[in-house]
């Protein structure tokens, strides 16, 4: 009985485990070009007619060029998507090019429905993990992001808890976060609906 405890605990561990996998459903063609302009609503977007689709339904141009970082958290997003490529419909990737300022942030974010690689092309980049994803641009940095699904979501913390319609209370925020109501009031002018 005794020697059996170690297989018994790895059994039972492996029972209470679970595995978390953030993707999209596998196509059921090889292609599907949306149709962006289509009124019907699917989990996803309608394909257009495949006799229809063309070589510019599978290009986008202009990733090398460097993006404009002049904003309030000193990066750039350049998201390219099934909005700008109609060909990437159903394949479950979302790709993005992100130019961070010198001291630059990409604000602590999640994304609920995709798993995300990131590759520097230039510059340096701190990346932290705080279960959900954090960069800070170190100095000048050129990153290319791949996200496992065609949309992944992402729910930027800071305005989703300062900057929500309706406002959240500031009692509930100020106990939350442990601030005084004054800084809420701050945070929610800087993260509200308007800004
Ligand atoms: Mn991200």
């Known amino acids: 009985m005794e ?5 018994l605990v790895l059994v039972l561990l492996s029972l209470a485990s679970s595995l978390t996998f953030a993707a999209d459903p596998s196509p059921l ?5 949306a149709d962006n302009m289509s009124p019907v609503l699917v989990n996803g977007v309608v394909c257009k007619d ?3 689709a063309q070589a510019s339904d599978f290009f986008f141009p202009g990733l090398d060029m460097p993006r404009n970082t002049n904003n309030r958290v000193g ?4 998201a ?7 060909g990437l419909n159903t394949l479950g990737i979302f790709m993005a090019r992100i130019d961070f300022a010198p001291y630059g942030l990409n604000p602590p974010h999640t994304h609920p429905r995709g798993t995300e690689m990131i590759v520097v092309q230039e510059g340096t980049l701190l990346v932290g993990l705080i ?4 960069n800070v641009g170190q100095t000048n940095a050129v990153a290319i992001a791949a996200l496992a699904s065609q949309n992944p979501g992402v729910i930027t913390i800071a305005n989703a808890v300062f900057g929500s319609n309706l406002p959240i ?11 005084d109501k004054k800084v809420v009031d701050f945070l929610q002018a800087q993260f509200g609906p308007k800004n």
């Open 3 to 7: 020697k059996a405890t170690p297989l």
């Open 80 to 86: 390219v998507n099934v909005v700008q490529i109609p």
């Open 50 to 52: 495949p006799m229809l």
């Open 131 to 134: 279960h959900f994803q954090f």
């Open 29 to 33: 063609q090889d292609f599907c070009v």
């Open 75 to 78: 990066s750039n997003v350049t």
């Open 169 to 179: 209370s500031y009692d509930v925020l100020a106990k939350a976060f442990q601030l």
